[in-house]
């Protein structure tokens, strides 16, 4: 295989486990031989740093209000003059929005195309234009990775058949999180968005406030930061309920995390949950679609699963694992067994053998 150049396409590497996935994709690449060049829509305020290695493009410096059309347009429109300059062997996109433009901006370029579904296919291709998207404008692919069987069986069969289901790596800076945690706090991570609802769980934490001693502690950064704090002092729960902004060493902070909770509404593969598990920590997620949690915690062995929304259940869950030490120790522990499985080179692996046969 001569040509080893790939470009890697995501609207922006600001806060988000897609982006995190994607740049160390990218990096491992780089590490073996590849020349990576990670591509993005804009440039934001806050970015994760690029790997070393690892190139970096943007189409616009900074976001451009625009219309939908004409933003779409123009990104497709430069994205195909990036093509042409680059001559990649393989566009790898991830997300929505990158997913077709990058399928429209190498039509009868040659250059190989594969798509990742980072999310739940009902919400990430909902509509009439989502689904058209969805149902025949990915399936030009020429590879996609899906990261759960539900969201596969979404897709038309001619998909299916040119595609793979690859779990998220994990850092392995995460595998080496010391200690246990015991003496800390109550936390989740991911962005302040209706997604994520965080709401659900600022309600169930503080319905339980009064039979705990620990705090809640939420990571990063959203729309609704403004909405979640007035709900925090609404509840009264202003010293024990921290909004901490987005950190850059989470590592550092499941160190002292004592349990870890996802409340979100869908999910793809939360990187979030990966990361909590693999740096062994007790977990409890909503067994919400398109399947990720439930893909990786086994009920009451490895982690609890709640029903979606069900703000008892998640208080219910909460508490008992906040007041049943020799429980929680064990789901940490078994939790981290699982997380094996989401080893870097591990995931990598099969990540390398898609993409080359995809070139061929």
Not at 57 to 73: K, T, Y
Not at 295 to 303: D, F, H, P, R, Y
């Amino acid at each position: 295989m001569k040509n080893k150049t790939l470009l890697f396409y995501i609207n922006a590497i600001h806060d988000g486990g897609a982006e995190r996935v994607l740049l160390q994709l990218a990096k491992r690449f780089a590490d073996c031989g590849y020349r990576s060049v990670v591509v993005t829509s804009f440039v934001d305020t806050w970015e994760y740093p690029v790997p070393e290695g690892v190139e970096r493009l943007s189409i616009e410096q900074e976001q451009i209000p625009q219309s939908r059309l004409r933003r779409n347009l123009s990104r497709i429109k430069a994205l195909r003059r990036i093509i042409r300059e680059y001559r990649p062997a393989a566009l790898i996109s991830f997300m929505a929005e990158p997913n077709f433009r990058a399928v429209l901006a190498s039509r009868f370029l040659p250059v190989k195309t594969i798509v990742s579904v980072r999310n739940d296919p009902e919400r990430e291709y909902a509509g009439r234009l989502g689904r058209l998207i969805g149902r025949w404008l990915l399936p030009l692919a020429d590879g996609c990775v899906f990261q759960t069987e539900k969201a596969k069986k979404w897709f038309p069969k001619r998909l299916q058949k040119r595609s793979r289901v690859i779990m998220n790596q994990v850092d392995e800076r995460f595998f080496q999180v010391a200690g246990t945690g015991e003496n800390g706090y109550v936390m989740t991570a991911g962005r302040l968005t209706a997604q994520k609802n965080q709401a659900l769980l600022i309600r169930a934490f503080a319905a339980i406030a009064g039979d705990v001693e620990e705090e809640l502690r939420i990571y990063g950064e959203g729309e609704l930061r403004a909405e979640l704090e007035a709900l925090i002092g609404e509840s009264g729960m202003e010293g024990r309920i921290k909004l901490m902004g987005a950190s850059s060493d989470m590592p550092a902070v499941l160190a002292g995390c004592k349990l870890f909770v996802l409340p979100s509404d869908f999910e793809g593969m939360p990187n979030a949950l990966l990361e909590a598990m693999a740096a062994g920590r007790c977990c409890v997620s909503t067994a919400c679609p398109c399947g990720g949690p439930e893909a990786v915690i086994e009920n009451g062995v490895n982690g609890l699963l709640v029903p979606v929304g069900e703000e008892e259940a998640l208080s219910a869950a909460m508490l008992e694992l906040l007041k049943d030490e020799e429980k929680r120790r064990a789901l940490a522990a078994t939790a981290g067994e699982r997380a094996e499985a989401f080893r870097p080179e591990t995931i990598f692996e099969h990540w390398r053998d898609h993409v080359e046969q995809v070139i061929g």
